[in-house]
């Protein structure tokens, strides 16, 4: 922990709000209906609306306040790396101790439902924002009610139900792969016929890497993909496959006030359903780019978005764009903006929640970002001890981040590298070569 930083005056009394009745007259913030799985979107959607009345006082939060961020992990840490160089002072909540992002900033030891922690968590903080989506729902409707959180609930509730999501992106004139929901096999069967095969069954809610998806190929995987996909205890959406040529993605950034930038487009490629490589500029036409980028914004727009939203695409041969899904948080496919952009997806999140003008997204150099997983750490530490003659030769520069996570287990994220290069054919065929990502 850094000192304190000491400002003649803090913005915002850095320490301890008061809940005044203004603030906390959130319509439909009735934490424990939401808590027991209310259905009704909480809040009144996105900061630009959310706690109406009270955010002009509040905006803009400048470099001495203290922000909250519930979730420890490496997207946190991150934004803690960041906004410390902006001077903003950080405090998280994780249960567990030592936590990616408690080594750079304070940390509150406690589980994410934990609502005492949470109230202490708005205690100490100015401004609070989430590192992950799966924010219980109770929680988020007290944070949003007892204290600032500009990106609002109703988002959080969009994007953590693939069924809510997907319709939240149709409504903004995207589209997504043609869908349906299925609450029996037989419906799994009937919707398979007006779909056709190969599809994917996913659970509506709780997904990541690929967990919690069955892609079907033959009519007699329904069955058993519907036995173990039921035992989920969750909705469950079946999805055509789409025959992609490329994934994408684009971050998007809104403030309160309504200004949104998008970052340049990153082509990813995934590994067992982990995402490996980010590669920018994505070897797509300038057409499909600014198509990719108008519908972020607009997607944005219609969510009425606070903060950064992740929006994962997929390309056709054709230049059709399919909306995947949405994350609404820093995104790992957004780490090439670190060392590659003029403001890096930390930076822009923290400004945007902040209420202040958004920093320029612009690359300055192509980049290719290379997931460092449980089993590439070692190698990584090998090739750190001595000088690389090939990155020399090739022009490239490898960043290193490691992520201080106590335990390294295969397939875990435990770091990345962004391999800044004069272009990305460089950087790949130095990933290429290396004996980092081997296995
Ligand atoms: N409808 C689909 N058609 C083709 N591939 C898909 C489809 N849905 C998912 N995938 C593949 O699976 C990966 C993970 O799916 P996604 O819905 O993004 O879930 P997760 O929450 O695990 O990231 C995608 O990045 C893509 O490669
Ligand atoms: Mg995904």
């Known amino acids: 922990m850094t000192e304190p ?9 850095a320490q301890g709000m008061v809940c005044t009745d203004d603030w906390c007259a959130v319509p439909g913030a009735d934490a424990d209906a939401s808590a027991a799985g209310s259905d009704t979107a909480i809040g009144t959607g996105g900061g ?15 470099p001495g306040a203290t922000i909250g961020i519930l979730g420890g992990g490496q997207l946190g840490r991150m934004l803690a ?20 992002c408690g080594q750079t900033a ?8 934990d609502r005492e922690a949470a109230r202490e968590l708005a205690r100490r903080s100015d401004v609070i924002t989430y590192e992950f989506e799966n924010v219980d729902a109770g929680v988020a409707a007290m944070l949003e009610a007892e204290s600032y959180v500009p990106q609002g609930s109703a988002l959080l509730h969009t994007t953590q139900h693939r069924l809510r999501e997907k319709r939240a992106i149709e409504a903004a004139g995207a589209k997504v792969a043609p869908y349906a929901e299925v609450a029996s096999l037989e419906a799994l069967r009937g919707a398979a016929a007006r779909l056709g095969l190969p599809a994917v069954l996913k659970t509506a809610t709780g997904g990541y890497d690929g967990k919690g998806q069955w892609v079907l190929r033959a009519e007699a995987e329904l069955e058993p993909a519907w036995a173990e996909a039921e035992r989920a205890g969750t909705e469950l959406v079946l999805e055509k496959f789409i025959s992609f040529e ?26 067992n359903n982990i995402l490996h490589l ?14 990719a980028e108008r519908m972020a914004v607009s997607i944005a727009e219609t969510l009425g978005v606070v903060g950064l939203i992740a929006v994962e695409m997929f390309v056709q041969e054709d230049g059709t764009l399919y909306i995947n899904e949405l994350a609404p948080r820093p995104h790992n496919s957004g780490h090439y903006t670190i060392e590659a952009s003029r403001t890096s997806q ?5 400004r945007a929640i902040c209420d202040l003008p958004l920093g320029d997204p612009g690359l300055l150099t192509p980049v290719v970002m290379v997931n460092v997983l449980g089993q590439h750490v070692q190698p990584l530490l090998e090739w750190m001890k001595t000088p690389d003659a090939e990155a020399e030769r090739l022009g490239v520069e490898p960043k290193v981040h490691l992520y201080g996570k106590a335990e390294s287990k295969h397939n875990r994220k435990m770091g990345h590298v962004n391999v800044l290069a004069p272009n990305v054919d460089a950087a790949l065929a130095w990933i290429a070569q290396s004996n980092i990502w081997r296995v």
């Open 346 to 350: 930390f930076e822009q999140h923290i």
């Open 106 to 113: 304070e940390q509150i030891v406690a589980g994410y439902d």
């Open 246 to 271: 490329k994934e994408i993605s684009v971050i998007a950034a809104r403030r309160p006030s309504g200004e949104i930038r998008t970052f340049p487009p990153a082509e990813n490629v995934h590994v």
């Open 278 to 291: 980010s590669i920018v500029p994505a070897r797509i036409s300038d057409e499909v780019r600014r198509e």
């Open 81 to 100: 790396h960041a906004g410390s160089r902006l001077g903003f002072r950080f405090v998280t909540l994780d249960p567990t101790p030592d936590a990616p």
């Open 5 to 13: 930083i000491k400002l003649e005056s803090l913005p915002l009394g």
């Open 48 to 62: 630009a609306t959310a706690n109406k009345g009270d955010t002009e006082q509040l905006r803009p939060i400048l």
